[in-house]
């Protein structure tokens, strides 16, 4: 079974418009961690945001924000006023404890994001 | 230095050569992992390191494979014999802990082209 699922193969967003990327997660470890990263056309893996099994907050860092419902284990990322440096591919992946804490990775989102 | 550097940044290789591809990890971190991504998919994990220990070496995909991080900072990957299905980018990534809550920082990747 698949630990990370990511949806939307592709996504495309309005200029200074609002996007969410879905991903749902499959786990039995009550000790996970959920991230995100942006992988622009150039290759490097840049992290996002970060949301802990235990937080009971949604994690924000400036226009990302994290919507965590842990009963339904989703872990959507939602990006506000779109910029065309955003157009990237978006990655949703989880640390659990009992996984030697290595990161596990979705299938990812590519976001085009249109003036 | 200031992030993950990985050497060479370009490798091309003809059918059933080694390589060898290295990582300098950010100083003081002590977990660190490889990953194999094809284009247009997720990284994959191959092995991880926690100092000069490979506790998790089950993504290695062959025997051809192999990853060594002796005195616990710069880590090599070799793979022996390469074939085509090995045309990837691999990504080297370090953190601070060994921990389910940080997040991974990872270097630009060597994009390796099997002949």
């Known amino acids: 079974a698949q630990k990370i699922t990511q949806t939307q193969p592709g996504m495309f967003v309005q200029e200074k418009e609002a996007v969410t990327l879905d991903c749902t997660y499959d786990?039995?470890?009550?000790?996970?961690?959920l991230f995100w990263y942006k992988q622009p056309s150039s290759g490097e893996m840049i992290f996002l945001i970060y949301q802990g099994s235990y937080d009971q907050q949604n994690a924000t860092e400036g226009r990302y924000s994290l919507n965590f419902q842990k009963a339904r284990k989703s872990a959507n990322l939602v990006i506000s006023a779109s910029q065309l440096g955003d157009s990237a591919m978006y990655f949703c992946a989880m640390r659990e404890r009992g996984s030697n804490y290595k990161l596990t990775f979705g299938k990812g989102t590519l976001l085009t994001v249109n003036p | 230095g200031a992030g993950v550097s990985q050497s060479p940044r370009y490798k091309v290789a003809k059918r059933g050569q080694d390589v060898a591809l290295r990582c300098d990890p950010i100083?003081?971190?002590?977990?660190l992992f490889w990953y194999q991504q094809a284009l247009g998919q997720g990284p994959e994990f191959l092995t991880y390191?926690?100092?000069?220990?490979?506790?998790?070496k089950s993504g290695l995909p062959s025997d051809r494979f192999f990853a060594e991080r002796p005195e616990g900072s710069v880590s090599t990957l070799k793979i022996q014999r390469t074939q085509q299905e090995d045309s990837a980018v691999y990504l080297c990534a370090s953190s601070f802990q060994a921990s389910y809550t940080g997040e991974l920082f990872f270097g630009e990747g060597s994009r390796l082209t099997v002949l």
């Open positions: 786990t039995s470890d009550p000790s996970y961690g």
């Open positions: 100083s003081g971190h002590v977990s």
């Open positions: 390191f926690q100092n000069e220990a490979q506790l998790d």
